[in-house]
């Protein structure tokens, strides 16, 4: 079959590749008719996630058609012609942690938890295409895609919804509401959101779902902001503007009640000096993330407010405002998105017609021209938000 | 050598215990075991994967039982790579799980035999437990050991990184197995 695969940093390739087969008792093969580049693909290709392989097929955001299923899969589970969408987290719906419902930490998928643990402590879940450190597992930027643990994570799609309807339930549209829902929102409520790209776009949207008085859109790409504020949120363009002047001035000088950081590991910064000080660091490796989000939104927080962070860390931060968030009351939320738990209510959002998650693809392309794919995503070219494949 | 492990395993103690009392299934997730064949009702026969140093077999008896709570064992004769072993059930606090706490020793002999045993279990002895430790509990909460594209031999991956690519295996690589 044809695959997207990560060549080396900043390249992906799209080579013939064997087929998937059945490993697992529990695993399905699915027929992949849509998939997306998202974020997370470009910490991988920038090469800010150790652990890659020239190879490995990326792509965590697919769905598709069931063609197979292994032996352990019940038939009122999942069947042969199913239409599914599948959460980019492999969960195995029977440790402590799914019981709990934290997927993205399942105890069970990730075959390589030992080096996993010595890099977070503990171990987190298997994950489709995103490097050995979750497993190792094959991506879904391909034609057909092996799904492990077929009987906990896809979701039936059993309605006339379109593949762009819900093929972000697959990631993005989670994981922008668990940013907003961790928030934990009140009607009167300012959220701010740092990054407006495709999973800030959902953060905000969720955001005005859940309830808030006001959305704010901060990001430097016209185009982006602009897409924020058709979807009704006020644009912050950090090139032009201080960005906690302008938070005081939309807030009444009290500060976002609640800010959520879209953007991850790979900011970038107004201030020259600081930009420098943290590429200089993270190119020697003594420091692994660029947080000058995740900084401002700490200081630009109004004291007791939320920090809910969604953006992808790998490693090590410097300078972090631990006297901003430590005296002023901050609470700090995080996680991989745990999929699984928003994939049904979030489908139902979208057949009530409260989320279109469409409003953010900008390009549809042939698997073929992924790396064009990956590029104009990548350098913001040609006004790109979001890229759908077709395989 | 002394090695110690736990593990938390989502299932109640008699249900973790029976599954290590049965010690014919402790090769499906113990990485240096081949087989483990029940010979009367408390002694049994052990051999050794390929990693472990080829042709090490070892005859071994249950030393303590008590059902639901623990078990030890020893070899017996003039093993090879003499060891004995114990593991603990206890009911964890969320009133769902066991605690599971395994302690094995094993006689490390000199030649070319310790030098295999050695080099199986490296730099970091306790990893290799570790390791084995986490598929036990994969096999019994979710009835066996997962599989990726990177690291598909189960308990023969023994190699964690780099590993083969995260790309599905062709036909041939399939057949061959974890030979590969
Ligand atoms: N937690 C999860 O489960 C999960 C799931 C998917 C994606 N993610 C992560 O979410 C983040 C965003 O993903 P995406 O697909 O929207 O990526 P993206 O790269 O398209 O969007 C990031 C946006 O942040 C903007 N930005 C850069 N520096 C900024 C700054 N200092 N302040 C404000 N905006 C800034 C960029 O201009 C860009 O528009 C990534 O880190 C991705 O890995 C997390
Ligand atoms: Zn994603
Ligand atoms: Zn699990």
Redesign the pocket.
Same mark, same amino acid.
């Given at each position: 079959m044809r695959a997207n695969t990560w060549s080396g940093r900043n390249k992906v390739e799209v080579r013939d590749v064997p087929d998937p087969k059945i490993l697992n008792h529990r695993d399905a093969i699915v027929r992949i008719t849509s998939t997306a580049i998202? @974020?997370?693909d470009?910490?991988l290709v920038d090469g800010y996630v150790p652990t890659m392989q020239d190879g490995d097929v990326l792509g965590h955001e697919f769905m598709g058609e069931v063609i197979e299923v292994g032996s352990g899969v019940p038939g009122d589970k999942l069947r042969v012609g199913d239409r599914v969408v599948v959460p980019f987290p492999i969960a195995c719906g029977a440790c402590a942690a799914c019981a709990a419902e934290l997927y993205s930490c399942c105890e069970n998928t990730n075959p390589n938890a030992g080096i996993a643990e010595k890099m977070f402590g503990h171990p987190v879940a298997g994950i489709f295409g995103y490097s050995h450190l979750t497993g190792g597992f094959a991506g879904g930027q391909a034609q057909y895609a092996r799904v492990p643990f077929a009987d906990v994570g896809p979701l039936k799609i059993e309605s006339e919804l379109t593949d762009e309807q819900v093929l972000f339930l697959s990631? #993005?549209l989670p994981?922008g509401y668990m940013g907003a829902e961790m928030c934990d929102i009140q009607p009167s409520d300012v959220v701010a959101v740092?990054?407006?790209?495709? %999973?800030?776009q959902f953060a905000m949207d969720s955001a005005r779902v859940l309830g808030a008085a006001k959305v704010i859109a #901060?990001?430097?790409?016209p185009y982006?902001l602009q897409m924020a504020e058709q979807a009704g949120h006020i644009p912050v363009n950090?090139d032009d503007v201080d960005v906690r002047s302008r938070l005081l001035e939309l807030t009444g000088g009290r500060g976002p009640d609640k800010c959520i950081d879209? %953007?991850?590991?790979e900011?970038?910064?107004g201030s020259a000096h600081i930009a420098a000080y943290d590429r200089v660091k993270q190119a020697v490796r003594s420091e692994t993330e660029r947080p000058?989000?995740l900084r401002?939104a700490i200081l630009s927080c109004r004291s007791g407010g939320v920090v809910s962070v #969604?953006?992808?860390y790998g490693g090590l931060l410097d300078k972090f405002p631990a006297g901003a968030w430590m005296n002023r009351s901050l609470t700090l939320r995080t @996680?991989?998105?745990h999929v699984q738990r928003y994939m049904k209510p979030l489908l139902q959002r979208i057949e009530r017609g409260e989320l279109d998650p469409t409003r953010i693809i900008t390009h549809t392309l042939p698997l073929d021209e992924a790396e064009r794919g990956f590029d104009m995503?990548k350098n913001k070219q040609d006004n790109c938000e979001k890229v759908v494949l077709k395989p | 050598m002394d090695l110690t492990a736990t593990t938390t395993v989502r299932k109640p103690a008699s249900e973790v215990y029976a599954f290590w009392r049965d010690l014919e299934n402790l090769p499906t997730f113990m990485a240096h075991l081949e087989e483990v064949r029940a010979a009367g009702d408390r002694t049994s026969h052990w051999s050794a994967a390929a990693p472990f140093g080829k042709d090490v077999e070892w005859d071994a008896e249950i030393t303590e039982e008590t059902p639901g709570e623990r078990i030890a064992w020893r070899s017996t004769g003039d093993a090879d790579v003499p060891n004995a072993g114990t593991v603990s059930f206890v009911p964890a606090p969320d009133g769902a799980s066991t605690e599971v706490y395994v302690s094995l020793v094993y006689e490390i002999p000199g030649g070319s035999l310790g030098k295999a045993v050695a080099k199986y279990f490296g730099e970091e002895p306790h990893q290799q437990l570790d390791d084995d430790l986490r598929r036990f509990k994969q096999v019994l909460e979710t009835g066996e050991v997962v599989r990726s594209d990177g690291a598909p031999w189960g308990k023969r991956a023994r190699k964690e990184f780099p590993q083969r690519p995260a790309q599905p295996l062709s036909d041939a690589e399939l057949a061959k197995g974890a030979q590969a």
């Open positions: 998202c @974020g997370s470009l910490h990631d #993005i994981t740092w990054g407006a790209g495709p %999973v800030g #901060i990001d430097k790409e982006r950090f879209a %953007v991850g590991l900011a970038t910064h000058h989000a401002q #969604i953006g992808v @996680g991989q998105c995503f | -």
